[in-house]
């Protein structure tokens, strides 16, 4: 413990001061407990479904944690076992319950179940150190708005393994972010004591990022909240983050049953239950009514939950869930026009960025690199930073936490930017996007939006080998809740932009990096003619449809991305050499995939071909081949995919370019479908 933290006071040592905080104590403790038990009843009975974790034996964390906060303005991120967080935070038993038992009538509709809860300023998540990344944004956000509010999450000893841990840390002090890390100290991680999974002292770690440390036991709830009502003030007086271990111990199993720990520890730790010995020290007669109000709540909780009808999809309203923005939507066509041809991808992206951050105040931009003179890796932030100080954060080599606080950010009003300077890093930050960000909007029935745009620079071409040259996108595209759109030279980028900083959706933004010194093209390839589908020109991400000119073509060719230039020069030798018409659609936004605009064209053309960067299997061209296939079934007379070879992206220029896909392999393969046969 530090030398301020000895310096926190106790509550006042009054007679009836002390009766009263204990009865309150013992009130709020006693709820969380009964919920808790009987959650495992009702799992005997088969009335729940899943898992639960629950918070038997260290109720006195969430009590003393929460109960000194200003619920009015603080916030909270919570973690799997997050019960009695959430009931001290809201009150709200009969919506835990009602979640839990996957009733419509559940705080998030039936949808989060035990693990996933959000209410007002209430959140939490079930996978381990995601969430601190996210709390930390959270924390950013109220710091900008100047609302003097404590943001607190909860996290367990074993979390301490998880490297995002670290990335929050170092940035909550870097950047003095008002967080209070409440760290449960229960000395197992599911099955594994985590005196064999942790090195060191656990407060040395926060005290190497220079977070002020204090650890205590859990045991007098009284006295723990006392500590805690003065810790949340020195956060919110500071601003800076303070880093709480509190001792504590799980009773029950780590979820329903699965408990292998030593009949003698248990029972150890049961004659030390701080719930326990609260009772002890209270009137009798107070305790047991206590204790009687506390099971008709939890008995009225259950009942009128298991009357509540279950959680349904509403097939209409999912639908609608999937186009999500503020405003009317697309006021302005995102296809490049001829005013457009003057100016390269990186000067509409950049000059996308300025005008957006001058009209909106809740837009800003966080990454690496960012500030100037340098301005970017691939300079597209040139300027930001001397125009917008506080909106452009430069951060360290952290992508998980970059993704994690533009989370955060979106979940209090902000729509941030966030840039991860290689799209092959967005694999350091799949958990982010695919476990938080993506699922925030739904999992907590719609109560909170998630408008975040992550823009990367992808694929090949430029010599990087390996690591730095992949499109990897495919990785995205099955996940429910993430967008995908792609730059090209056939539409306008910072059009694209403007529209997905307007999209209440997470929105990954793919910038070829071949594209950024290329010129806008707005004239149409050999001699075709833009043909837009009804509805296209106002679709916030619209597929560019250019077709002959009063002629039938003889193949449909989609693609997106740099990859326009090769399918153009393709289009060029098939004419020149085989005198074959084509179709051509660039598709923008890449999942979830918008097929009527391409089954249309295939239902002209008969024929199918689909071309893009990546590696061929599981790829874009695989979901429009099926797609197209199950609209069309025998009118598809031939289909085909042209890609990169299902290796690495080499750094020698012969390999590299022999892997990925060019004209000739595009003529090739167009040959193969019109003739009618396969690969």
């Not at 271990?245 to 030593?262: C, E, I, N, P, Q």
């Not at 506390?294 to 909780?301: I, L, N, S, T, W």
């Not at 539409?491 to 997905?500: C, E, I, K």
């Not at 296939?629 to 390999?655: C, D, F, K, Q």
């Amino acid at each position: 413990m530090d030398n301020v933290s000895r310096k926190l006071t106790a509550p006042p040592d009054t007679d009836l001061a002390t009766q009263l905080a204990l009865e309150h104590a013992y009130d709020r403790m006693a709820l969380i407990r009964a919920v808790e038990e009987r959650l495992l009843d009702l799992f005997s009975e088969g009335k729940l479904f899943g898992t639960t974790h629950t918070c038997i034996g260290q109720e006195t964390c969430a009590y003393a944690a929460i109960d000194a906060l200003d619920r009015t303005r603080d916030l909270i991120f919570s973690n799997h076992r997050c019960h009695g967080h959430y009931i001290m935070y809201s009150d709200d038993a009969e919506g835990l319950l009602a979640e839990i038992m996957g009733r419509a009538t559940g705080v998030c509709g039936g949808r989060g179940g035990s693990q996933h809860l959000c209410a007002r300023g209430f959140f939490s998540n079930g996978v381990q150190g995601g969430i601190v990344p996210v709390a930390a944004g959270m924390a950013l956000a109220e710091k900008m708005k100047g609302s003097g509010a404590v943001t607190v999450v909860f996290l367990g000893d074993g979390t301490l393994g998880e490297g995002a841990v670290y990335e929050a840390l170092n940035l909550a002090s870097l950047w003095e972010l008002p967080v209070l890390f409440v760290l449960e100290h229960n000395h197992w991680a599911q099955s594994t004591p985590t005196a064999t999974t942790i090195a060191g002292d656990v407060l040395a770690r926060a005290a190497a990022f220079g977070i002020a440390t204090d650890r205590r036991p859990a045991r007098e709830p009284v006295a723990l909240k006392a500590h805690m009502t003065d810790v949340v003030e020195r956060v919110r007086r500071s601003g800076r983050p303070f880093f709480q271990v509190l001792d504590t111990f799980r009773l029950a199993a780590h979820s329903k049953g699965d408990d292998d720990r030593s009949p003698e520890l248990i029972a150890k730790a049961r004659r030390e239950d701080p719930l326990a010995h609260l009772r002890a020290a209270l009137d009798e007669e107070r305790a047991a009514a206590i204790d009687a109000a506390v099971r008709v709540r939890v008995a009225r909780a259950v009942e009128a939950a298991e009357a509540a009808p279950f959680a349904a999809l509403d097939g209409a309203a999912e639908e609608r869930a999937l186009q999500r923005v503020r405003g009317a939507g697309a006021t302005t066509s995102a296809l490049a026009e001829a005013a457009d041809e003057a100016r390269t991808v990186v000067q509409s992206l950049n000059q996308a960025h300025h005008e957006l951050m001058e009209r909106q105040q809740d837009v800003l931009l966080i990454g690496e690199d960012l500030l100037d003179p340098y301005g970017g890796a691939f300079k597209v932030s040139r300027g930001l930073s001397s125009k917008f100080p506080d909106r452009v954060r430069s951060t360290p080599i952290s992508e998980s936490a970059i993704i994690g606080l533009a989370s955060g950010l979106s979940l209090r009003g902000y729509r941030p930017i966030a840039e991860i300077m290689f799209g092959d890093f967005l694999a350091l930050c799949a958990d982010q996007l695919i476990n938080h960000l993506a699922k925030f909007h739904w999992m907590y029935n719609g109560q909170v939006e998630t408008p975040v745009v992550v823009r990367t620079p992808v694929g090949g071409r430029r010599g990087y080998g390996p690591t730095h040259s992949q499109c990897i996108e495919k990785i995205f595209f099955g996940v429910p809740g993430l967008v995908l759109v792609a730059v090209s030279m056939r539409h306008n980028p910072g059009m694209l932009l403007r529209h997905a900083v307007e999209d209440e959706r997470p929105v990954i933004f793919l910038e070829q990096k071949l594209l950024y010194g290329k010129r806008l093209k707005h004239e149409p390839p050999l001699g075709l003619v833009l043909a837009l589908p009804d509805g296209e020109q106002q679709e916030l991400y619209p597929t560019g449809v250019w077709r002959p000119d009063g002629e039938t073509a003889d193949l449909t060719l989609v693609t997106y991305g740099e990859m326009t230039e090769v399918a153009e020069e393709a289009m060029a030798r098939l004419f020149e050499e085989d005198e074959v018409l084509v179709e051509y659609l660039v598709v923008s936004q890449l999942a979830p995939l918008r097929a009527q605009p391409i089954v249309e064209s295939v239902r002209r053309t008969q024929h199918l071909l689909v071309l893009e960067e990546g590696t061929e299997p599981w790829g874009l061209g695989a979901e429009v081949v099926a797609r197209v296939a199950e609209e069309l079934g025998p009118e598809l007379r031939g289909s085909t995919r042209v890609a990169a070879y299902h290796l690495p992206i080499p750094n020698a220029r012969p390999m590299e370019d022999a892997v990925l896909p060019d004209a000739a392999r595009v003529v090739a393969g167009a040959r193969r479908v019109l003739r009618g046969t396969r690969p």
